[in-house]
T-cell receptor, first 112, second 111 residues
């Protein structure tokens, strides 16, 4: 029972570097989303997708790109990492948008 | 911007005590979800409440949705060390369809 799988679990980057956070789900969920979690601020939505080929911005999209070429995968790209992007990133999925989310175990990202 | 205020932010109690966590907003939500998160893991759904005034029980945990669907509470009876974790409420906005999370309540239950 894999559920939502995120890789890597930990990553350290230098300012200006780019990288892709991977997210895959095996539950045939149409809705997928990316959140960042910072102390005292709960979970904030970065981008989301209601199905393959469709993506939209969430609450804090600046500095991040996403694509959804398949139902299973929803990668998050940091184009030019900044220290303000140091956070824990969670990918989540559900059958449709208004259902409870299934979360991955997160990627802990530090930008130096 | 819709906000979901969660209180308290931190709670440290002794085993056997009771506690209540509150989740408040000025906005109406279609439903409200409660999650529990342990260190190094993602949030896991505990319960969803949908109807105004609804009460749901999960063993020693009691969840209530306000009559106007703007607030919710989580009450834990006789807390145990295994209840330690971060509790998050999340409201599904009636207007935008987006899920809005509260800041979370970190609960520590000491043996």
């Amino acid at each position: 029972n894999a559920g939502v799988t995120q890789t890597p679990k930990f990553q350290v980057l230098k300012t200006g570097q780019s990288m892709t956070l991977q997210c895959a789900q095996d539950m045939n969920h149409e809705y997928m989303s990316w959140y960042r979690q910072d102390p005292g601020m709960g979970l904030r939505l970065i981008h989301y997708s209601v199905g393959a080929g469709i993506t939209d911005q969430g609450e804090v999209p600046n500095g991040y790109n996403v694509s959804r070429s398949t139902t299973e995968d929803f990668p998050l790209r940091l184009l030019s990492a900044a220290p303000s992007q140091t956070s824990v990133y969670f990918c989540a999925s559900s059958y449709v948008r208004n259902q409870p989310q299934h979360f991955g175990d997160g990627t802990r990202l530090s930008i130096l | 911007t819709q906000l979901l205020e969660q209180s308290p932010q931190f709670l440290s109690i002794q085993e056997g005590e009771n506690l209540t966590v509150y989740c408040n907003s000025s906005s109406v939500f279609s439903s409200l979800q409660w999650y529990r998160q342990e260190p190094g893991e993602g949030p896991v759904l505990l319960v969803t409440v949908v109807t105004g005034g609804e009460v749901k029980k999960l063993k020693r945990l009691t969840f209530q949705f306000g009559d106007a669907r703007k607030d919710s509470s989580l009450h834990i009876t006789a807390a145990q060390p295994g209840d330690t974790g971060l509790y998050l409420c999340a409201g599904l906005s009636s207007n935008t369809g987006k899920l809005i999370f509260g800041q979370g309540t970190t609960l520590q239950v000491k043996p």
